[in-house]
């Protein structure tokens, strides 16, 4: 391997593993308390190597939030794609990557939920996030507008599409206020029961 070659695998391997500290840290302390010497402990590094990957707390906390909703984007598409054109099986798959262990964990959905309401980092969250919330958002409307068409249903799809993400957004929250009893496997459940009850033509068989 040429040097060049390993300095960028050592840069990259660096960066994930900062990142990776960053997302435990945000979830146990919160961004505010969060310091680079907390995440560069956490990452096994010096606060020498920390403050040559990124200049400063906040942009590190920003990477980290591009880190996440890149990896989520990412899932999303690749399964979706293997989900084929099949609407009721696009929404099955949406259910099950939304839910799926590496997606999400207690930790992310933390860092999630932190940006989020943080009035600071509001900004920074719109910013990396809005676009990929519109691309969701698109997508799960156009596939709840096609199971609507199929059920000849006379229903908003607006209002179907929402109501399906703010169940997800719920559920999401339940991992942080009660990580203990939190199941994947429920949540799912409770997804896949409000699509049952909304199109139960296509989902009878739906366990």
């Not at 040097?3 to 840290?25: G, H, M």
């Not at 010096?46 to 880190?67: C, D, Y």
């Not at 940006?115 to 919330?133: G, M, N, T, V, W």
């Not at 409307?141 to 000849?152: A, G, P, Q, S, V």
Request: aromatic content about 10%; some cysteine.
């Amino acid at each position: 391997m040429k040097q060049e070659n390993i300095r960028l695998k050592n840069k990259k391997d660096s960066n994930l593993k900062l990142i990776s500290s960053a997302i435990k840290n945000i979830s146990k302390k919160g961004i505010n308390e969060t310091t680079m010497h907390d995440v560069s402990h956490g990452a096994g590094l010096s606060q020498g190597i920390v403050n040559f990957h990124f200049k400063s707390k906040e942009l590190l906390l920003i990477e980290t939030l591009k880190f996440i909703s890149n990896e989520y984007l990412s899932s999303f598409q690749v399964k979706l794609k293997k989900a084929g054109k099949d609407p009721r099986q696009q929404i099955i798959t949406i259910i099950n990557n939304d839910f799926n262990k590496k997606i999400c964990s207690r930790d992310k959905i933390a860092v999630w939920f932190t940006f989020f309401s943080e009035l600071k980092f509001k900004p920074a969250y719109h910013q990396i996030c809005k676009e990929r919330d519109l691309y969701y958002q698109n997508i799960t409307e156009n596939i709840f507008k096609e199971l609507i068409n199929k059920e000849k249903l006379k229903i908003s799809i607006t209002n179907i599409s929402r109501g399906f993400q703010a169940l997800v957004m719920g559920l999401w929250l339940d991992l942080l206020e009660d990580p203990d009893t939190f199941s994947h496997i429920k949540s799912k459940r409770i997804c896949f029961d409000y699509i049952k009850s909304h199109f139960p033509k296509q989902f009878k068989e739906l366990l």
